[in-house]
């Protein structure tokens, strides 16, 4: 056998030996036991103070803003999620909880962030009503805006960031998408149409549309094949 090869069968050896050993001194004893975890763990989690009240906790005390929560956009929004943990609260009422008033609390959630999913309301903090606290003009329980929102970047952030360096910069949104003036209000509830047919772009880029002369003409018929046009 060559020296080499045999050098490297001992470090092999070695190696294996050692992660052996290691796994009987260094595994602990109740892993394994109920899943691949440290079975252990359990008790050590049942051991630790409870922080966490959960929401019907506090509706038993506030069962007008519970109400208003469940009817209002927050209804998935668990109180504790701005007020903090609140099981010291409900063993003792005298401890207070935090309510946010400030400014800087909202945007953790509904400042412009392109990664969060179109039609979630997003606003840029440092231009949208600067300085006031949100709480100024919304209801943190039930949070509808006092005004309906006119322009569709209010909840379309992403898509009008995107439309806005685009050849369709100055196309209103309804150019496109036949939306119910209840979409303002009930978004979820009734949803904006989107162009479903080749023959909806054809009637600005279609060569004998009736469009500036500037825009992009192509031949219905040909371009593209089957498939629509997005």
């Not at 049942?46 to 519970?66: D, F, N, Q, S, W």
């Not at 949208?128 to 949100?134: E, G, L």
């Not at 209801?139 to 322009?151: I, L, T």
């Not at 960031?161 to 209000?185: D, F, G, Y």
Request: net charge positive; with cysteine; glycine share 6%.
């Amino acid at each position: 056998m060559p020296q080499q090869l045999s050098r490297l069968l001992i470090l092999f050896g070695l190696l294996i030996g050692g992660f052996i050993v290691a796994r009987h001194y260094l595994t602990p004893k109740t892993y394994g036991e109920k899943g691949h975890y440290r079975a252990a763990a359990l008790d050590t989690i049942k051991a630790l103070p409870v922080r966490y009240a959960g929401r019907e906790a506090c509706a038993t005390c506030h069962g007008e803003i519970a109400a208003a929560l469940a009817a209002g956009l927050h209804q998935t929004v668990a109180c504790e999620v701005c007020h903090g943990p609140a099981a010291a609260h409900t063993d003792d009422p005298s401890v207070q909880l935090p309510a946010p008033r400030k400014r800087e609390g909202c945007p953790l959630c509904h400042g412009y962030n392109p990664s969060r999913p179109t039609g979630f309301p997003q606003i840029d903090p440092q231009s949208h009503n600067p300085i006031k606290p949100c709480i100024t003009c919304h209801n943190p329980h039930r949070p509808e805006p006092p005004r309906v929102p006119q322009d569709c970047s209010a909840c379309h952030g992403e898509i009008a960031r995107t439309k806005a360096v685009s050849h369709h910069a100055l196309l209103a949104c309804t150019q496109c998408h036949q939306t119910p003036e209840q979409h303002k209000t009930s978004p979820q509830l009734f949803r904006p149409e989107k162009p479903r047919t080749r023959e909806y772009c054809a009637q600005c880029h279609a060569r004998s549309a009736q469009s500036p002369e500037e825009t992009p003409r192509i031949d219905v018929d040909t371009h593209g094949g089957r498939y629509l046009c997005w």
